[in-house]
């Protein structure tokens, strides 16, 4: 017969272990198992997790909830081990993107292309030319990595790069209006994201501004009369993340930019979602491009990488030599400069622009909009069975058609045909839908690469038009009917 185990202390006799029947550090990390985690990761980040482990295992003891069982030599090594597994895991992981959200803000916005990943990379495994210039032996300007791509694609003639929009933005209005107005339109006073708000904007650059029309309606005239000698700097913004029906009027960029100019003054305007080409050739909603701006006689135009665009997080800057000039002068500028990770990123990103024919196969969101519902239907249809036997049988799982978004504030009101896997508890009262539908959502998260979907009308909605690889979701299927039970 098999000996029961033992305490590292004492025998198993009691079944609520006191706090002086916890081990001490040394006698745990001088045991046979824990040999090999110290083995496998060095004294350091053992003894620290021990250490916790312990106290915490202390504090139940003094409070009179902690089972001898917790105490078993067993019992101590594995409660390390899952420690030590955990304090390694990064906090950063890939989740399924499931919501119907193509560019998800809390989910890292756009993902990048295989030659981007690629290049990234390779580039980061060895010194690189960031700041070299090869032909001349000299110091070089990390700015001409991408400078020439982004001038070829949007026509400008400078451009500069920044870590995101927000930093575009505050640079572009700080380098040129710094103790001076800057006139905006009312209606254009937009919260940019995470309560950055325009006029917190405009604050921080150091600028005053001055807010010009209504809500709904602006006109040429309300510019015109709010131009003084302070005025430094005419900006529009492209409201990107919510749209204003009705009984409205703004200025186009051609007017306003003769208005400026008239003045002597630049006029500068923010696009934020950063697309580079026609959407609508794609059958999508249009978005204005930084092309036209320019050509309507935009000094400055900036938007961001990692929305329409595809890329990494970055805030790209175009316009005239002397505005970019002087942008590029301003002492903020080195704080908010890209570091090479990005720089590379954004690089290959936007030579994939060069090839246009090929831009809805290479990048990965153009791709993923311009997914025909058909094709995520017929995925959904796959996947059905499969997913309704693992969640069986409190759950039932039927093929819905759905609507997603673009995301990331662009486009607020359009929506995107697709389809997906509505799961619904079976039979459930109508008083428990809310707490078995919050546990489904826990159990996908939970999974080793969490599922991330949206509950509505009493049902957890999975849109699979961001799901391109089926066995993603289906290898976990079996941990998933683990999960609940």
Same mark, same amino acid.
């Given at each position: 017969? $098999?000996?029961?185990?033992?305490?590292?202390?004492?025998?198993?006799?009691?079944?609520?272990?006191?706090?002086?029947?916890?081990?001490?550090?040394?006698?745990?990390?001088?045991?046979?198992?824990? @040999?090999?985690?110290?083995?496998?990761?060095?004294?350091?980040?053992? =003894?620290?997790? =021990?250490?916790?482990?312990?106290?915490?295992?202390?504090?139940?003891?003094?409070?009179?909830? &902690?089972?001898?069982?917790?105490?078993?030599?067993?019992? &101590?090594?594995?409660?390390? %081990?899952?420690?030590?597994?955990?304090?390694?895991?990064?906090?950063?992981?890939?989740?399924?993107?499931?919501?119907?959200?193509?560019?998800?803000?809390?989910?890292?916005?756009?993902?990048?292309?295989?030659?981007?990943?690629?290049?990234?990379?390779?580039?980061?495994?060895?010194?690189?030319?960031?700041?070299?210039? &090869?032909?001349?032996?000299?110091?070089?300007?990390?700015?001409?990595?991408?400078?020439?791509?982004? *001038?070829?694609?949007?026509?400008?003639? #400078?451009?500069?790069?920044?870590?995101?929009?927000?930093?575009?933005?505050?640079?572009?209005?700080?380098?040129?209006?710094?103790?001076?107005?800057?006139?905006?339109? @009312?209606?254009?006073?937009?919260?940019?994201?995470?309560?950055?708000?325009?006029?917190?904007?405009?604050?921080?650059?150091?600028? $005053?501004?001055?807010?010009?029309?209504?809500?709904?309606?602006?006109? %040429?005239?309300?510019?015109?009369?709010?131009?003084?000698? @302070?005025?430094?700097?005419?900006?529009?913004?492209?409201?990107?993340?919510?749209?204003?029906?009705?009984?409205?009027?703004?200025?186009?960029?051609?007017?306003?930019?003769?208005?400026?100019? #008239?003045?002597?003054?630049?006029?500068?305007?923010?696009?934020?979602?950063?697309?580079?080409?026609?959407?609508?050739?794609?059958?999508?909603?249009?978005?204005?491009?930084?092309? $036209?701006?320019?050509?309507?006689? *935009?000094?400055?135009?900036?938007?961001?990488?990692?929305?329409?665009?595809?890329? /990494?997080? #970055?805030?790209?800057?175009?316009?005239?030599?002397?505005?970019?000039?002087?942008?590029?002068?301003? +002492?903020?500028?080195?704080?908010?400069?890209?570091?090479?990770?990005?720089?590379?990123?954004? $690089? %290959?990103?936007?030579?994939?622009?060069?090839?246009?024919?090929?831009?809805?196969?290479?990048?990965?969101?153009?791709?993923?909009?311009?997914? +025909? =519902?058909?094709?995520?239907?017929?995925?959904?249809?796959?996947?059905?069975?499969?997913?309704?036997?693992?969640?069986? +049988?409190?759950?039932?799982?039927?093929?819905?058609?759905?609507?997603?978004?673009?995301?990331?504030?662009?486009?607020?009101?359009?929506?995107?045909?697709?389809?997906?896997?509505?799961?619904?508890?079976?039979?459930?009262?109508?008083?428990?839908?809310?707490?078995?539908?919050?546990?489904?959502?826990?159990?996908?998260?939970?999974? /080793?690469? /969490?599922?991330?979907?949206?509950?509505?009308?009493?049902?957890?909605?999975?849109?699979?038009? *961001?799901?391109?690889?089926?066995?993603?979701?289906? @290898?976990?299927? /079996?941990?998933?009917?683990?999960?609940?039970?």
């Amino acid at each position: 017969m $098999e000996r029961p185990e033992t305490s590292v202390v004492h025998g198993g006799g009691s079944q609520e272990a006191r706090p002086q029947d916890l081990p001490s550090i040394d006698k745990l990390l001088r045991s046979d198992a824990t @040999r090999a985690l110290l083995d496998a990761h060095g004294h350091s980040l053992v =003894a620290g997790e =021990a250490r916790a482990l312990l106290e915490g295992l202390r504090a139940q003891a003094v409070a009179g909830g &902690l089972a001898a069982q917790a105490l078993q030599p067993r019992a &101590l090594q594995a409660a390390l %081990a899952a420690r030590v597994q955990a304090r390694l895991t990064p906090r950063l992981r890939t989740v399924l993107n499931l919501t119907g959200t193509v560019i998800h803000t809390n989910l890292g916005r756009a993902l990048l292309a295989d030659s981007a990943l690629q290049h990234l990379l390779a580039v980061m495994a060895a010194p690189n030319n960031l700041e070299y210039d &090869l032909a001349s032996g000299g110091r070089g300007d990390r700015d001409s990595i991408v400078e020439d791509l982004l *001038c070829t694609i949007t026509g400008a003639a #400078a451009a500069t790069v920044v870590n995101n929009n927000a930093a575009a933005v505050l640079l572009t209005i700080a380098a040129l209006a710094r103790e001076r107005e800057v006139i905006i339109s @009312r209606g254009e006073l937009v919260e940019i994201g995470g309560a950055f708000r325009m006029p917190d904007v405009m604050a921080s650059a150091g600028a $005053e501004m001055v807010e010009v029309g209504t809500t709904n309606r602006t006109h %040429a005239q309300d510019y015109e009369r709010a131009i003084t000698p @302070r005025t430094g700097l005419v900006m529009k913004v492209h409201t990107s993340n919510y749209a204003v029906q009705g009984f409205t009027h703004a200025v186009d960029e051609a007017t306003l930019a003769g208005i400026a100019h #008239a003045h002597g003054l630049p006029l500068a305007t923010d696009l934020g979602s950063g697309s580079l080409v026609d959407l609508a050739q794609y059958g999508l909603p249009r978005e204005p491009l930084p092309q $036209e701006m320019l050509a309507a006689g *935009c000094d400055v135009v900036t938007f961001s990488g990692d929305k329409l665009l595809g890329g /990494p997080q #970055a805030g790209l800057i175009v316009g005239s030599q002397g505005a970019i000039a002087r942008i590029r002068k301003f +002492p903020m500028k080195r704080a908010l400069r890209m570091s090479k990770l990005p720089l590379a990123a954004l $690089e %290959a990103t936007l030579m994939l622009y060069l090839r246009p024919e090929r831009l809805a196969h290479d990048l990965p969101t153009l791709r993923l909009l311009t997914r +025909p =519902a058909g094709a995520i239907r017929a995925l959904a249809q796959q996947l059905q069975p499969a997913v309704a036997a693992a969640v069986a +049988p409190r759950f039932e799982v039927e093929v819905v058609e759905l609507m997603g978004q673009i995301g990331s504030g662009s486009l607020p009101v359009e929506r995107l045909p697709s389809a997906g896997l509505a799961i619904a508890p079976a039979g459930a009262s109508k008083k428990g839908i809310g707490t078995a539908l919050d546990a489904l959502a826990t159990a996908l998260r939970a999974l /080793p690469q /969490p599922v991330i979907g949206r509950i509505a009308q009493d049902r957890l909605l999975l849109d699979l038009r *961001c799901l391109e690889d089926a066995d993603a979701l289906g @290898r976990q299927l /079996p941990t998933l009917r683990e999960l609940l039970g």
